[in-house]
């Protein structure tokens, strides 16, 4: 039996015994009328949510979340969850929360004080070394798609998101300063750094203006074709990771990390408003310092 079975199963077997909480009820009507892009998130943290209830008596079913509750809701996600999943589901699980006091629903936050860290296992998504980016820069597959190629290329030296980098127009390049600005999609709106301003190299500059258009910069297929033809690209240069358009973003933070860059500066370039999530990428270059000072040989 899936796991959607298994839920809908347990959805109706509360409702069915009145074993629902007004908050599991509330949290449903507030999915119901939830419509942002992070809505599948969103209902993944309803469904784990009521997932957890449904191990836990049925006395304790039906009273609001408390502290304790909260708590091991969150040990429930770390233990099932790999790398930011328990983190974004918890995110998730905190805002229906916060609205439900703020409807009057829950008298207090029972969220307060409990934390999941983003990323506590460390980087979870591949990064392309220098090596790595030079076979790719060297390599053409049969066939190739050049404005996935160059979008996937911007991508590597900006950090672009694929949803930020299909919807460059040249409007957001100032040639003369060679500046790139971009409002990001995913943070547009309910962020204060959702608006990011990056330099540009000369070679990337030339590389746009190459193309030669006068609205969007590329015009990029569907996010599933994209990643197909990266893969083509990937397995002809010899690169056997795992490489996702997402894992340009983490290759551009981490590669600028390790030749110098402040913190500071990566987290503005990539518009995250705390430093807590540039801090992902430092601890995976301090891992593979240890791990580079770890191949020196033995002392005899």
Not at 270 to 298: F, W
Request: proline content about 4%.
């Amino acid at each position: 039996m899936n796991f959607s079975t298994i839920y809908h199963s347990i959805c109706g077997h509360l409702a069915q015994q009145n074993q629902e909480s007004d908050f599991v009820r509330f949290f449903r009507n507030y999915l119901d009328c939830y419509f942002l892009k992070d809505r599948r998130v969103m209902k993944q943290a309803f469904d784990k949510y009521l997932f957890f209830l449904s191990g836990l008596p049925p006395e304790t079913r039906k009273k609001a979340p408390n502290h304790d509750t909260v708590q091991l809701f969150a040990e429930y996600l770390e233990a099932g969850s790999k790398g930011c999943g328990a983190y974004s589901t918890y995110s998730r699980f905190k805002k229906a929360v916060r609205k439900a006091v703020d409807s009057g629903i829950l008298k207090k936050d029972p969220c307060k004080g409990i934390r999941i860290s983003p990323g506590a296992n460390g980087l979870t998504k591949d990064i392309l070394s220098d090596d790595e980016i030079r076979r790719l820069l060297e390599t053409h597959p049969a066939k190739e798609n050049p404005d996935i190629r160059n979008a996937f290329i911007v991508s590597l030296y900006t950090g672009l998101r694929y949803c930020d980098v299909r919807n460059l127009r040249y409007s957001d390049i100032d040639f003369s300063n060679k500046l790139l600005t971009v409002n990001q999609s995913k943070t547009r709106g309910r962020c204060a750094n959702s608006l990011v301003h990056i330099p540009l190299r000369d070679d990337i500059i030339q590389l746009i203006a190459a193309s030669g258009k006068d609205t969007q910069l590329f015009a990029l297929p569907s996010h599933p074709t994209c990643l197909k033809a990266l893969r083509t690209w990937t397995k002809e240069a010899g690169i056997s990771k795992h490489i996702t358009w997402h894992c340009a973003r983490h290759t551009f933070a981490s590669n600028i990390l390790k030749n110098g860059a402040d913190v500071r500066v990566v987290a503005d370039l990539l518009g995250h408003s705390s430093l807590k999530y540039v801090e992902i990428y430092t601890r995976a270059i301090d891992q593979k310092k240890i791990q580079a000072v770890n191949s020196l040989p033995p002392l005899k």
